[in-house]
């Protein structure tokens, strides 16, 4: 087999995309001279207009970034008790639940989508019960339907972490538009980013709460500002969840940029299955019919005993090679210290989740990987394994 070199440059899993340097500078102007640089400034107000249309939600507010976006999304929805979520996943999700003095309740998950397995929810609910929050891993959207109806059935509430979800939609119905509310993610590791940043859509859940007169939105707003709600008034106790004008004015330069970006990786994405289809071992997801997906990560699954290889020593040689893959998710929500004495952290209860976390390794992919680039970190891999 031909020797390949390692790249003369660290390859990472994603680089962000950046607005023209000029274009910044211009809008760096515009700031300059309003002097507003934060709190409900003009340039929020603008992006908030052109992500309700982008995202096809009629309700959104911006935040500072994606975990106090989840944390005020808990506090909207008046959560108390437990929460069922997914522990295949980012830190973030569990950790906006402990925050809110939330107790995370871990329910395992499918084998192919990665997402949280409905047929294992409601084994998982009790008198303390309020809501649920799986997360549309990857991007790949959740059973929102059969999530739905158990929640109905219950009583709870739905909080979607769309997180990677940016764009995605079902059968030509946004992801933002299932559940109570939806988080996305705007950290600058994201297909769209605003540098750090993330939103609430209320899908159509925007109604007022007859104690307080205030729709979802009103009150995001209040709550990302101190929970102040009139020149003399603090209506509740909030926190300081605001996106600044920068953010803001980088969010306005990206969202354009965002379809070429997802259609690039597309490629990429379409490059990475043909040259890894037939290696014994490794698997990874396709496209699903009616799913419009966003090709946030490329993932790859390594069964060491077929593979010849484990995951973590495959990660370890793409290092090698100046290959910077990442573990997500790795170690599962469930196995961090300050959850592990949960009963629903037993490893006995996430099968799935375990033995998926074991394999997953996300490949790089980003919008200015050239195509040669795949090509050659497939050829590495295939070198790897011998
Ligand atoms: N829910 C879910 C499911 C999430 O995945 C996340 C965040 C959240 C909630 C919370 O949302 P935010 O509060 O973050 O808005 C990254 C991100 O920090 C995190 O936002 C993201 N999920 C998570 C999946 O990934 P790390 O620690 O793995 O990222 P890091 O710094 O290793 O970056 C990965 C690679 O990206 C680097 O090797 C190089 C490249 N990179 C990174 C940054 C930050 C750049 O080229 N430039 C950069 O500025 O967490």
């Known amino acids: 087999m031909k020797c390949i070199e390692p790249f003369t440059q660290p390859v990472y899993i994603t680089q962000p995309v950046l607005p023209d340097a000029n274009d910044v500078y211009m809008k760096i102007l515009e700031i300059w001279e309003s002097r507003q640089l934060t709190n409900n400034g003009r340039m929020v107000g603008q992006l908030e207009e052109m992500l309700s249309r982008y995202l096809k939600v009629e309700h959104l507010s ?5 975990t106090v976006a989840l944390q005020i999304a808990c506090r909207l929805l008046r959560l108390s008790g437990e929460v ?15 925050w809110s003095n939330l107790t995370p309740v871990f329910c395992d998950i499918e084998e192919t989508s990665m997402n949280i397995d409905p047929r294992k929810i409601e084994q998982l609910i009790t008198h303390r019960t309020t809501a649920v929050l ?3 891993v990857f991007g790949y959207p959740c059973d929102v339907k059969t999530i739905g109806n158990i929640a109905e059935k219950y009583g709870l509430k739905i909080i979607y972490d769309a997180a990677h979800a940016f764009g995605v939609e079902i059968d030509r ?24 940043g993330g939103a609430l859509a209320f899908g159509n859940n925007n109604y007022k709460n007859k104690a307080t007169g ?28 605001k996106m600044n004008e920068l953010q803001a004015a980088i969010g306005i330069l990206l969202l354009d940029k965002v379809d070429a970006e997802i259609a690039k990786r597309k490629e990429l994405t379409c490059l990475y299955r043909n040259f890894l289809q037939d290696l014994p071992g490794l698997t990874f997801n396709t496209d ?11 993932i790859i699954r390594v069964d060491d005993k077929v593979f010849g290889v484990t995951r973590d020593e495959l990660y370890r040689k793409l290092k090698e090679y100046n290959i910077f893959a990442k573990k997500y998710f790795y170690p599962l929500c469930s196995d961090f210290a300050c959850y592990r004495h949960l009963p629903s952290a037993a490893a006995h209860n996430l099968p799935v989740a375990a033995k998926v976390a074991r394999q997953v390794l996300a490949l790089p992919l980003h919008g200015s990987l050239a195509n040669e680039c795949v090509e050659k970190i497939c050829g590495i891999i295939r070198m790897i394994r011998g």
Do not use: Q, W
């Open 288 to 298: 699903i019919e009616g799913i419009k997906y966003n090709y946030p990560y490329f």
């Open 134 to 136: 799986p997360v549309h």
């Open 214 to 241: 205030l729709c979802m939105k009103n009150r995001a707003d209040i709550l990302r500002n101190f929970g102040i709600s009139g020149e003399d008034v603090v209506a509740e106790p909030g926190t300081n969840g």
């Open 173 to 196: 119905i946004p992801i933002g538009a299932f559940g109570d509310i939806s988080m996305f993610s705007f950290h600058a590791t994201k297909i769209y980013h605003t540098l750090e």
């Open 62 to 66: 911006v935040f500072s970034n994606g």
């Open 84 to 98: 069922v979520t997914t522990p295949f996943t980012f830190a973030a999700t569990a950790h906006s639940l402990e």
